[in-house]
């Protein structure tokens, strides 16, 4: 299988840990993209890595949240002090710039955080 | 700014039955993208379709078809002959043109098929 895949898929902590996922994009996809989703909502945007530069960060992203893309292939999200508030389903998504138009961007199964 | 309103929470259809998804977008870019995810209970998004402002023509796959009306700001989905492997969570979205714009998706309605 060659899609986006997110390790791990399920994850609980206790409030006050630090957590951290893992995003292995499409490969030779040089866009990742990372989302959150909660429960009833659609994915809201977080953060966008072209090869290894992070180019925006979402508001939604506070100073607890880091991401990173050392070597242009996969990704980690981290949530230092995780709140009851992080619980929530973690997207990654990748895709490759075109020549020409948008880019379509292919997800993964994602990662649940439950926050206890 | 950006907006996309699905307007229909749930819906649930008899297997076989037509059903549609509503998806009305605002947005002030001359040049956008729409696009459809299915999101199953699995959890993982899967890409369905994109369209961009300039084509307005409809598009059929298989026993889906979409419906897209600039005047009206619509992108709507109809599933025809629904079965039960059809029911999962749709969410409309839409980008901006021009290379790497962020993607705004809808709140999603869920589709249930009753056998």
């Given at each position: 299988d060659t899609g986006v895949s997110q390790d791990p898929r399920h994850k609980i902590t206790k409030r006050g840990q630090n957590v951290t996922f893992r995003c292995d994009p499409i490969s030779e996809h040089n866009r990742l993209y990372w989302y959150r989703q909660t429960l009833g909502q659609g994915p809201e945007f977080l953060t966008y890595f072209q090869n290894e530069a992070q180019l925006e960060k979402s508001r939604l992203l506070s100073d607890r949240f880091s991401a990173e893309r050392p070597k242009g292939s996969f990704s980690t999200l981290e949530i230092q002090?995780?709140?009851?508030?992080?619980?929530a389903m973690y997207l990654c998504a990748s895709s490759l710039i075109p020549l020409r138009s948008t880019d379509t961007q292919y997800f993964g199964p994602g990662t649940r955080l439950t926050v206890l | 700014a950006q907006k996309v309103t699905q307007a229909q929470t749930e819906i649930s259809v008899v297997e076989k039955e037509d059903v549609t998804l509503d998806c009305v977008y605002e947005t002030r870019d001359t040049t956008y993208y729409l696009f459809w995810y299915k999101q199953p209970p699995s959890g993982e998004l899967v890409f369905l379709i994109r369209r961009n402002s300039f084509d307005e023509q409809n598009e059929i796959s298989g026993r889906y078809s979409w419906n897209f009306q600039k005047s009206t700001s619509s992108f709507n989905f109809t599933i025809t002959?629904?079965?039960?492997?059809?029911?999962a969570v749709y969410f409309c979205a839409l980008s901006g043109g021009g290379g790497y714009q962020k993607v705004t998706f809808g709140t999603g309605t869920k589709l249930q098929v009753i056998p």
């Amino acid at each position: 299988d060659t899609g986006v895949s997110q390790d791990p898929r399920h994850k609980i902590t206790k409030r006050g840990q630090n957590v951290t996922f893992r995003c292995d994009p499409i490969s030779e996809h040089n866009r990742l993209y990372w989302y959150r989703q909660t429960l009833g909502q659609g994915p809201e945007f977080l953060t966008y890595f072209q090869n290894e530069a992070q180019l925006e960060k979402s508001r939604l992203l506070s100073d607890r949240f880091s991401a990173e893309r050392p070597k242009g292939s996969f990704s980690t999200l981290e949530i230092q002090r995780t709140e009851q508030g992080d619980s929530a389903m973690y997207l990654c998504a990748s895709s490759l710039i075109p020549l020409r138009s948008t880019d379509t961007q292919y997800f993964g199964p994602g990662t649940r955080l439950t926050v206890l | 700014a950006q907006k996309v309103t699905q307007a229909q929470t749930e819906i649930s259809v008899v297997e076989k039955e037509d059903v549609t998804l509503d998806c009305v977008y605002e947005t002030r870019d001359t040049t956008y993208y729409l696009f459809w995810y299915k999101q199953p209970p699995s959890g993982e998004l899967v890409f369905l379709i994109r369209r961009n402002s300039f084509d307005e023509q409809n598009e059929i796959s298989g026993r889906y078809s979409w419906n897209f009306q600039k005047s009206t700001s619509s992108f709507n989905f109809t599933i025809t002959a629904s079965q039960v492997v059809d029911s999962a969570v749709y969410f409309c979205a839409l980008s901006g043109g021009g290379g790497y714009q962020k993607v705004t998706f809808g709140t999603g309605t869920k589709l249930q098929v009753i056998p």
